[in-house]
């Protein structure tokens, strides 16, 4: 991996990176279980917590940052991406995990979504999936199966879901993954991963909301369901099934092609279980990798860095040649 | 004859023919030549096709504005000559193909000299010598034209020659040759023309020449490109807008300066990449026009809720809605000023013209950084498309400020990290007396904090606790308190008084690009019809320099307020903010700038008549 993060010696204890607020979400809730793995894979990582930057949109799980020992920023209904890109580009140092709901982020966030995938940065992006607006009282989200009916919907959803696996592929996120708010270890090591991914990474998180859907509880998860005859756990792995999303050779249009194919089969594949795994990983040029060649000045310094006065605080930038096409 | 000292030039043509080429071309000449030029530009909102023309006034003093007399009608096409023929001065010249266009068919005025150039001919001569087809010379029309309107105003052919040198520069320095050879035979053309000595509207020698290099043909989109490389803006976010997008095109081509420019899926990415990129220390702003600016209003909340510094470009073009894309407006003063839910503290600068904007954009990253807020900038389509002829702008000695930065541990070993220390929360948000909190920045050490769009405790977490949210609200409030005693009053408002009148009959009250036109216009008023007038400039929207500007209206005897909208939007702001109403008004809504011809006859109308809106609209 190209990741190389300026790390902690001593390693971080996961409560290290617990705040003193309480969290407010109700018992049971998903949320806890993706928080604690976020806390424990940034912890395990050994990242600075100062160099760390939580970012999130709007609804439950909008307030993860504050229950997170790093920097901090709860931003508007849908637009942590965008906030994230900005801060990223600003300061490439960062470490920078953005996070939110399915609302917030297929939503809302949709078209953010869609354009982080094409520029690519290195960051991540946690999405708490839980097919209903919680802090509204339980609306349909897009994730939420057509027809399906929750408890808190008064008629079954008229609008069919979208697939975040399948569009995270087709707006060229290079790390797309799955797993489980209650799958500790699984989504712990998946965050490790898409964080130490260099390039724009999506964990698509299951997670049941114990208010408003009674569909998809912990129980559901929890099932046995028949596979040809023979009962097995609903949640499944994809490693286990033979299914290897990584690209290995990132120049080889054919393999890309492959595991494309493969990423987009699987993503739709109807079946009782639930597929959780890395879908599809590749290498890609970031955007700020692309920026450092068309600017060469960046590839001395982060945007943030770039000194623009001297030390009685006059600006030093020379405008001759911006100006030498309209100099009479 | 009797050499003048203000001549209005005129070419156009079907957009994507070369008319901004040809203008640019020709405003260069007569710079080069020693005189002040102010071009408008004027196009529809379409890519080819479309009829788009651009007037350039030359002068021997400096020139802020257009007017609509046109002394000088250039063409190459029919359309031109067709739509603006009327427009010509009794004793103007007319340039046109003689294959395209027939005169006798145009609304020429019956004295008005005719002189034809057969364009075709010049480009087979220029084909034989280079080489190339006349059809891939086609373009070059615009240099003959531009030729032949200098030489018949008697401006030196040395002039255009140094032009072309300076506009094709590099890989292009090669067209020199060939457009040099078409501009010598569009030059001898008309100066073979039996009328050619009857023009009366040739230039007066220049005052003085001023010295090569100390001068510049800005507009304010570059204006404000350049004042962003200076301040050390480092972010430059946005979503193609016309004008705003001019600006962001010029940024880009300067990579050299390290200015990423970053192009967004929409305006609500483009403020909220760039409020993420304020977040952490460096300077970050975008720019966009009214629908653009619209977007934009529920991140300038957050900005504001969460004291992040951030620059917001507003160039204001025709409303509501799509409106006139391509057209000049000053509507969205109240947009600027009260745009958006909840109330938090918000700078707002207009600036009044290119150079204003040069400085005034530097200054509003100070401001956004000093005062930890949004700044909303109101430009508009005029100042960021027409062209001003000014002395080289003095960039020397400009300063930074940062505002209140925490500091950090400078004994912090980056390898060996005290934790505990390290971890240290910060209160990012103290409530201090000047309402200003200290910032940490995201990758300090030891001043761990959070930010939210909810009202917040000092550390940044969420509170509905009455009393903390009015804590920090009278904080944050408290900011517009500061920067109205901070922000040097003449960088609030201003009172032209360019003849020192004691007691002023009028006194004209306006805001933004209307500055150039009104500073003209009150010099052919006192000048050629003695009236004794002065000029209120507002230049800060928010924090509004109330007492300042009610002292002013206060002892004025009549005021003339003027403004491209419908409904003067300064006069309500006045009203608001003063409790004085402002009863006379000069309004345009056509999306074409106030001419000086209009200014100078709309004072006179209201002055003599009492007329309580004069309402503007000339110009195609």
């Given at each position: 991996m190209a990741f190389n993060p300026s790390l902690l010696k001593a390693p971080l204890k996961g409560k290290q990176l617990k705040s003193d607020v309480h969290s407010d979400w109700c018992p049971g809730c998903g949320d806890f279980g993706i928080t604690n793995s976020i806390q424990q894979a940034?912890?395990?990582?050994?990242?600075?917590?100062?160099?760390?930057?939580?970012?999130?949109?709007?609804g439950c799980s909008g307030k993860v940052p504050h229950y997170v020992h790093t920097y901090g920023m709860h931003t508007l209904h849908g637009r942590s991406l965008a906030f994230a890109t900005g801060a990223k580009l600003a300061n490439p140092k960062l470490t920078v995990i953005a996070a939110g709901g399915d609302g917030d982020g297929y939503g809302i966030g949709a078209g953010h979504f869609v354009h982080?995938?094409?520029?690519?940065?290195?960051?991540?992006?946690?999405?708490?999936?839980?097919?209903?607006?919680?802090?509204?009282?339980g609306q349909a989200s897009p994730t939420l199966k057509q027809g399906e009916q929750p408890k808190s919907l008064a008629l079954p959803n008229p609008n069919s879901s979208i697939n975040p696996i399948a569009l995270a592929l087709s707006c060229g996120y290079t790390f797309i993954a799955r797993s489980y708010a209650f799958d500790a270890k699984h989504l712990k090591a998946t965050l490790m991963k898409a964080i130490e991914h260099k390039g724009m990474a999506l964990v698509d998180v299951l997670q049941p909301c114990p208010t408003y859907n009674n569909l998809h509880t912990k129980d559901y998860f929890a099932e046995m369901v028949d596979l040809g005859g023979t009962q097995v756990p609903r949640v499944y792995y994809l490693e286990n099934d033979g299914y290897d999303g990584l690209v290995q050779d990132s120049e080889d249009i054919d393999e890309i092609n492959t595991k494309k194919a493969q990423c987009f089969e699987r993503a739709h594949r109807i079946e009782e279980r639930v597929a959780l795994g890395i879908y599809y990983q590749?290498?890609?040029?970031?955007?700020?990798?692309?920026?450092?060649?068309?600017?060469?000045?960046?590839?001395?310094?982060?945007?943030?860095?770039?000194?623009?006065?001297?030390e009685n605080m006059i600006a030093t930038t020379d405008l001759t040649e911006a100006a030498a096409s309209f100099t009479i | 004859m009797n050499p003048k000292h203000d001549l209005c030039w005129m070419i156009g043509g079907p957009q994507g023919t070369g008319v901004d080429s040809s203008a640019t071309l020709f405003a260069r000449s007569c710079a080069v030549a020693g005189y002040w030029i102010y071009g408008r530009r004027e196009y529809h909102s379409n890519i080819k096709g479309e009829h788009s023309y651009f007037q350039v006034r030359i002068n021997t003093r400096m020139v802020q504005c257009h007017i609509d007399p046109v002394h000088l009608l250039a063409t190459f096409e029919n359309s031109t000559a067709e739509l603006h023929a009327f427009e010509l001065v009794e004793d103007g010249a007319f340039i046109y193909d003689p294959k395209v266009t027939n005169p006798e068919n145009l609304e020429l005025p019956p004295n008005a000299l005719k002189f034809p150039i057969a364009f075709d001919e010049i480009l087979e001569e220029v084909s034989k010598t280079s080489g190339k087809s006349t059809t891939s010379l086609a373009i070059i029309k615009n240099t003959i034209a531009v030729s032949a309107s200098l030489a018949l105003c008697k401006i030196p052919f040395s002039a255009i020659e140094e032009a072309l040198e300076g506009i094709f520069t590099g890989k292009k320095s090669k067209l020199v040759p060939l457009n040099v050879q078409a501009a010598k035979l569009g030059a001898e053309m008309i100066e073979a023309h039996p009328d050619f000595e009857k023009y009366q509207h040739v230039m007066a020698k220049p005052l003085d020449i001023p010295e090569k290099g100390s001068r510049y043909l800005l507009n304010g989109a570059t204006a404000t490109g350049l004042a962003k490389l200076k301040a050390g803006c480092r972010q430059q976010t946005y979503y193609s807008i016309t004008p705003a997008v001019d600006e962001c095109i010029y940024l880009e081509d300067l990579s050299s300066y390290g200015l990423p420019v970053i192009q967004c899926e929409d305006e609500i990415a483009a403020v909220n990449m760039a409020i993420g990129g304020g977040t952490t220390g460096m300077r970050a702003s975008t720019s966009t026009s009214g629908p653009g600016f619209d977007l934009m209003t529920e991140g300038l909340g957050w900005a504001g809720i969460n004291e992040v510094p951030v620059v917001v470009f507003n160039y204001m073009r025709g409303g509501p809605s799509t409106g006139l894309p391509t057209r000049h407006e000053q509507t969205d003063l109240l947009a600027g000023m009260f745009s958006g839910h909840g109330e938090y503290p918000r700078i707002v600068m207009a600036p009044g013209d290119a150079v204003e904007q040069f400085y005034d954009s530097f200054e509003a990253f100070n401001y956004a950084d000093r005062y930890q807020t949004p700044v909303i900038f109101i430009s508009d389509k005029l100042l960021a498309n027409n062209t001003v002829c000014v002395p080289k702008i003095d960039d020397r000695d400009m300063k930074i400020d940062l505002g209140e930065l925490a500091g950090t541990d400078a004994t912090f070993d980056e390898d060996n990290p005290d934790l505990p220390a390290a971890l240290a929360k910060f209160p990012r948000f103290a409530v201090t007396d000047s309402g200003i909190s200290p910032r940490?920045?995201?990758?300090?050490?030891?001043?761990?904090?959070?930010?939210?769009?909810?009202?917040?405790?000092?550390?940044?977490?969420i509170t509905e606790e009455p009393e903390i949210r009015m804590a920090m609200h009278e904080k944050r409030m408290k900011k517009l308190d500061r920067a109205a005693e901070e922000i040097k009053p003449e960088n609030q408002f201003v009172v032209h008084n360019p003849y020192n009148e004691a007691d002023p009959e009028i006194t004209i009250v306006s805001w933004g690009s209307t500055k150039g036109v009104i500073l003209d216009a009150m010099k052919v008023l006192k000048e050629e019809h003695n009236l004794s007038i002065n000029f209120l400039q507002i230049r800060l929207m928010s924090p509004f320099p109330d007492a300042g500007v009610a002292a002013v209206l206060k002892k004025a005897k009549q005021c003339i307020v003027v403004e491209s909208s419908f409904g003067g939007q300064i006069t309500q702001v006045i009203a608001m903010r003063t409790g004085i109403q402002l009863t006379h008004e000069v309004l345009k809504y056509t999306g074409r700038p106030i001419s000086e011809t209009e200014l100078v006859a709309a004072v006179q109308d209201i002055k003599n008549n009492q007329t309580r809106k004069v309402v503007l609209s000339y110009g195609l």
């Open positions: 940034i912890a395990a990582l050994s990242l600075k917590p100062w160099e760390t930057f939580l970012v999130s949109g709007v982080a995938g094409r520029r690519n940065l290195d960051m991540t992006y946690v999405v708490f999936n839980n097919e209903v607006y919680g802090l509204t009282k590749v290498k890609r040029p970031t955007l700020f990798d692309i920026l450092q060649k068309n600017i060469p000045l960046l590839n001395d310094y982060a945007p943030v860095d770039l000194p623009y006065y001297d | 940490a920045l995201p990758g300090m050490p030891g001043h761990i904090y959070w930010m939210t769009g909810d009202e917040h405790t000092e550390f940044g977490h």
